[in-house]
């Protein structure tokens, strides 16, 4: 690989600001100042730029505990990007693999593998979502079965397709009293959870992803923070 390329690609220099790193001397091969951008690298090389050593990004695969206020886009808008809250070199390379709304939280999949989220996210591998919502008022008898049958959303053209609900026990809080209920679904429908409790006449006050198939958010994490996953998380999907 020539050096210019590689310190691109380590880096956050550009081509042509590495090829100006490299005109400056602040590039060292084994100990040994190269300022030849051509220069062809091998495996086995020591190369540091600044005295810092470099190193090839290999393909991440990260998990985010998400607050609200921030959108699962790469591009700016709105709101800021939940990739700003990663501290990771080319971050441009990196896509969200399952999106939430700016004010939705939880488990969000960050990754550069493209085939990896295409298998997440294919509505023909029908991978479990699993939400916590918080609604506005206790939910209407029946909902389990009308949920498990699909509901036809406005403005669509099929039902949704069949989600499993659990009821939570209610709990008190700020002395108000706090409806909750754990939601599976296998889409990812324009803000389809919010519009299903709407079509049951109830309204979504929070939402929290909690799991992807096989992956569960890190109870460890607080909001905002991340980590890698793990082999067999990645194997997983």
């Not at 693999?97 to 509505?123: C, F, K, M, N, Y």
């Not at 009293?177 to 754990?182: C, D, G, S, T, W």
């Not at 889409?187 to 909690?210: D, T």
């Amino acid at each position: 690989m020539r050096l210019d390329r590689f310190l691109s690609e380590s880096t956050e220099l550009t081509r042509s600001l590495a090829k100006k790193a490299l005109h400056r001397g602040e590039v060292e091969v084994n100990g040994e100042v190269i300022k030849n951008a051509a220069f062809k690298l091998d495996q086995e090389q020591d190369v540091r730029w600044m005295g810092e050593p470099l190193a090839l990004v290999g393909v991440r695969y990260l998990m985010l505990n998400k607050p609200t206020g921030y959108e699962c886009t790469t591009r700016p808008g709105r709101y800021p990007s939940v990739v700003e809250l990663l501290d990771v070199t080319k971050r441009d390379r990196l896509h969200i693999a399952g999106r939430l709304d700016v004010d939705t939280t939880g488990l969000v999949l960050i990754t550069e593998d493209g085939q990896w989220s295409h298998r997440l996210t294919s509505p023909k591998r029908r991978c479990d979502k699993h939400y916590l919502v918080t609604l506005a008022q206790p939910l209407m008898d029946g909902a389990e079965d009308l949920l498990a049958a699909g509901l036809m959303l406005e403005r669509e053209d099929k039902p949704t397709l069949p989600a499993r609900l659990e009821r939570l026990p209610a709990t008190d809080e700020d002395e108000g009293e706090v409806v909750q209920a754990r939601l599976v679904i296998q889409e990812g429908r324009y803000h389809q959870i919010k519009r299903m409790f709407a079509a049951l006449g109830n309204e979504v006050v929070a939402l929290h992803r909690e799991r992807i198939g096989d992956i569960v958010l890190d109870s460890t994490l607080a909001t905002g923070e991340w980590r890698e996953l793990t082999e067999t998380e990645i194997a997983s999907i």
